[in-house]
């Protein structure tokens, strides 16, 4: 059965940033505040927020991690410790220059990552081999002047999760910045259903002052890629100027070596674009804040008691279920909670319970089918899974149908103007090449590929022997 259009929604198909910005408003997601850039994130948006920072927190702290805080202001003369890192944030760097009615001695930049504070604190911290390895994570918002903004892809002030960890060798700081893109794989796919590519940043995309990054790229409906997480290798290339040593087995002094690592609200963006339709969002039960909704129609006593044991029951199973008996016509509540994402819809009426029934509609599908009260439990249990599935399966093949495989300049541009999504396609490892792609509607090298193809044995760009083969994307 197909789900109605909901007419205060712009179809996907005709405007597909206006339908975003509509989902947003009409999900109540978030809300423009009078501070030009910065979002009020509003309770369901957070609701989801909160999940996928359980989930994290937990593979986080499975694998040895710690949750700190570090301060939001970060000293000048800190900052630019590390020229290559202060040179690529200067441009979204936020000042403080005054304290009250006083101007400050030395100002003060707003975090837009914390880099420079964990090395400033492992410089005191860290003095011998036995102190190693600190797998340090921090919760926390950050702040980068972007110009142009969009709601959870780009905006002035969000929230993320950063993790900064430093090591005895360089073997042990590697196995950490592949573990960690690891932890995010497994969380993208298993969690939020979304597949992704995963591989190196070019040295033009990497971090700035990282020796190598690795990302997760995931592709959107509209066939735009979204740097999901990334995960960046450091070496000693921070710890030399913030002279973070310590004493090593040999009782030598050594530099540490470090890795950071993040992801951020953006992911609700991406599950937005993945997933949604043009009735709302589509949330994966495993991240929806309520998986299940009973939405009773025309209350009566009987309705009532089947809906309170319908959710106790279902919430003895640990789902997140909740119970609408309000005075609203079924058709608003069953409007409100498809807009909303919920994965499954149980209708329960007069009727249906006289006849020992209710109607369970799955939200990835619209299908419905009549369920027999005693039944309710075992079915929901496995549409859950299902539907999990499905949501994933589908963003898999919609990311296989927008790949693919080009050989020469003219098929990217034909794709990138009619039906953009993921190219592979060879490079010389020439950043001049590397620019003239962005050309092409400001196509960017995505990532290499730990496993590539060989598609020839020529750069796409300028015919010289090629190194690489590379997935290339527009962005968000």
């Not at 593979?59 to 040895?64: A, D, I, L, S, V």
């Not at 100002?107 to 964990?118: D, G, I």
């Not at 609408?324 to 058709?331: I, L, M, Q």
Request: hydrophobic share 35%; with cysteine.
């Amino acid at each position: 059965m197909a789900i109605v259009k909901n007419e205060k929604i712009t179809s996907r198909d005709v405007d597909f940033a206006q339908w975003y910005t509509d989902i947003i408003k009409q999900a109540h997601l978030a809300h423009y505040s009078s501070v030009k850039g910065c979002l009020v994130i509003e309770p369901y948006a957070y609701a989801i927020w909160e999940n996928m920072q359980t989930v994290l927190d937990k593979m986080f702290k499975e694998t040895g991690h710690e949750n700190l805080y570090m301060p939001m202001f970060i000293p000048e003369s800190l900052l630019k410790k590390e020229s290559e890192h202060v040179e690529g944030f200067a441009p979204e760097v936020a000042w403080v220059t005054y304290g009250g009615k006083n101007q400050l001695e030395e100002k003060l930049c707003v975090r837009p990552t914390s880099e420079t504070l964990f090395c400033d604190y492992y410089s005191d911290v860290v003095g011998s081999y036995r102190d190693l390895p600190k797998l340090y994570n921090q919760w926390c918002s950050v702040v980068r002047w972007e110009k142009s903004t969009r709601p959870f892809l780009r905006s002035r002030e969000f929230l993320w999760q950063e993790g900064h960890t430093v090591h005895e060798t360089a073997k042990e700081a590697e196995e950490e910045t592949f573990r960690m893109l690891n932890i995010y794989k497994k969380f993208f796919e298993e969690y939020l259903a979304i597949p992704v590519l995963v591989g190196k940043k070019t040295e033009k995309e990497k971090f700035a002052g990282a020796e190598y990054t690795l990302s997760l790229e995931a592709l959107m409906y509209d066939g735009v890629s979204l740097q999901s997480a990334t995960s960046h290798y450091f070496g000693q290339k921070f710890s030399k100027p913030f002279d973070v040593k310590f004493v090593d087995r040999e009782n030598k002094l050594q530099y540490v070596y470090q890795t950071s690592w993040g992801c951020s609200t953006r992911m609700i963006g991406g599950l937005i674009m993945v997933h949604g339709d043009d009735n709302g969002l589509v949330l994966p039960p495993k991240i929806a804040p309520k998986q299940v909704v009973i939405a009773t129609i025309r209350n009566n006593e009987n309705v009532l008691k089947v809906a309170s044991e319908l959710e106790s029951k279902l919430k003895a199973l640990g789902m997140r279920v909740i119970v609408d008996t309000s005075d609203k016509s079924a058709g608003f509540k069953f409007a409100e909670y498809e807009m909303k994402g919920v994965p499954i819809r149980i209708e329960v009426g007069p009727r249906d319970i006289e006849n020992g029934q209710v109607i369970i509609a799955r939200r990835d599908t619209g299908a419905k089918e009549i369920v027999k009260i005693d039944e309710v439990e075992s079915i929901i249990t496995k549409l859950l899974d299902d539907i999990q599935a499905n949501l994933y399966n589908r963003a898999l093949e919609h990311t296989k149908e927008r790949t693919y495989t080009c050989t020469t300049l003219d098929e990217v541009k034909e794709i990138m103007q009619t039906k953009p999504g993921f190219v592979k396609a060879m490079w010389c490892g020439d950043p001049e090449c590397e620019a003239k792609m962005k050309e092409i509607r400001g196509t960017k090298s995505r990532c290499i590929p730990f496993e590539e193809e060989h598609i020839s044995d020529h750069c796409i760009v300028c015919g010289r022997k090629a190194k690489h083969m590379v997935y290339w994307g527009i962005q968000y």
